[in-house]
């Protein structure tokens, strides 16, 4: 007796299977010699990883609106947690000095939203200006404060075109383009000219021996 398919049996499912993989539609409305229940639940469970992917991907970096870039862990500031500001108030920005972490605002402001871009830039809308790490030339070192300059400018001995790109790792960490280097707080905080309100200093340290709490962000709109 024989058993199994026969080689002409085979054949013809291996090209009804090639059918199924280059044409789904195809796949629903033909039997595929009793295998059509597993392809169909193979290929939902393709589309379901492919829409994973895809809703991480896009809530991961909010790109193109304004937001909070805000560290994940909360620290001292239980209620609020803190963001990258301006120092200053609206109307008084002070856009010459570097930037701080301040507990965040409960809305969106002029000297805490920002926009992270396709391109790696964070900008700050209200005063069109962009994070840049201060550095030498194209380079930078751990501890190096951040500034804010104008998006995509290069002067002499200080090229902004590495130095103003970031990359949001899978950890909430962000680094410098084609660098080690990653956006910090400080470890310590002080209050403002209010005793409601703490800032802390923000900074670029080595992404392999920074402290996690201190250095991972999130892209978030605050709630109103």
């Known amino acids: 007796?024989?058993?199994?398919?026969?080689?002409?049996?085979?054949?013809?499912?291996?090209?009804?299977?090639?059918?199924?993989?280059?044409s789904p539609s195809w796949l629903f409305k033909t039997p595929i010699i009793g295998h059509t229940f597993?392809?169909?639940?193979?290929?939902?469970?393709?589309?379901?990883?492919?829409s994973v992917g895809t809703d991480v991907a896009m809530s991961s970096a909010s790109q193109g609106s304004q937001v909070h870039l805000r560290l994940l862990d909360r620290l001292d500031?239980?209620?609020?947690?803190?963001?990258?500001d301006i120092l200053g108030t609206p109307g008084h920005l002070r856009?010459?000095?570097?930037?701080?972490?301040?507990?965040?605002?409960?809305?969106?402001?002029?000297d805490s939203a920002?926009?992270?871009?396709?391109?790696?830039?964070?900008?700050?809308?209200?005063?069109?200006?962009?994070?840049t790490v201060a550095g030498v030339n194209s380079g930078a070192l751990p501890g190096a404060s951040i500034l804010l300059r104008k998006c995509n400018e290069t002067v002499p001995f200080f090229e902004t075109?590495?130095?103003?790109?970031?990359?949001?790792?899978k950890d909430g960490s962000l680094s410098v383009l084609g660098s080690k280097l990653c956006l910090t707080v400080g470890g310590q905080s002080a209050a403002t000219y209010s005793p409601f309100h703490r800032w802390r200093t923000l900074?670029?340290?080595?992404?392999?021996?920074?402290?996690?709490?201190?250095?991972?962000?999130?892209?978030?709109?605050?709630?109103?």
């Open 1 to 22: 007796m024989t058993t199994g398919w026969s080689d002409k049996g085979r054949h013809q499912a291996g090209k009804a299977q090639t059918r199924a993989l280059s």
């Open 161 to 169: 075109l590495i130095l103003q790109r970031f990359t949001h790792q």
């Open 95 to 110: 856009i010459d000095v570097p930037l701080f972490a301040h507990n965040c605002k409960p809305s969106l402001t002029s």
């Open 114 to 131: 920002v926009v992270f871009t396709s391109d790696g830039f964070i900008k700050f809308p209200a005063v069109d200006r962009c994070l």
């Open 38 to 50: 597993i392809m169909k639940k193979l290929f939902t469970a393709l589309v379901i990883i492919v």
């Open 77 to 84: 500031r239980p209620e609020d947690g803190y963001c990258v």
């Open 203 to 224: 900074f670029v340290a080595d992404c392999s021996t920074v402290e996690p709490t201190l250095s991972q962000w999130e892209f978030v709109v605050p709630r109103q």
